[in-house]
């Protein structure tokens, strides 16, 4: 069973930092590319960023570049965003996404969410 946890998120002031973590299991997490997005209150869920298997590739939305990054540690099966510079555009729900090739198909796996609120 594919599992991906988020943890981390909470209150921090504008311009502070958090890192959130997902916990992923139930497949080969070295093998597949891990996403984030966010869906901020009231609107669409957007990705903000993209990590490859190998961790060769990594993108970012334009409204995080530069001041998130995305990283992983494979041995964990853990991928984390260290945001850092928030703003208050940055108030969401946190996703952490993959899809995946297991049981014969792909299918498409998201985490709880973890709420991240940027305010003073």
């Known amino acids: 069973q594919v599992q991906l946890v988020e943890s981390g998120g909470g209150l921090v002031q504008p311009g502070g930092s958090l890192r959130l973590s997902c916990a992923a299991s139930?497949?080969?997490?070295?093998?597949?590319?891990m996403s984030w997005y966010r869906q901020p209150p009231g609107k669409e869920r957007e990705r903000v960023a993209i990590i490859s298997r190998n961790e060769v590739t990594t993108e970012y939305a334009d409204s995080v570049k530069g001041r998130f990054t995305i990283s992983r540690d494979n041995s964990e099966r853990t991928v984390y965003l260290q945001m850092n510079s928030l703003k208050p555009e940055d108030t969401a729900v946190y996703y952490c996404y993959t899809r995946v090739f297991i049981g014969g198909r792909l299918s498409d796996h998201w985490g709880q969410g973890t709420h991240v609120t940027v305010s003073s």
């Open positions: 139930g497949f080969t997490f070295s093998d597949y590319a």
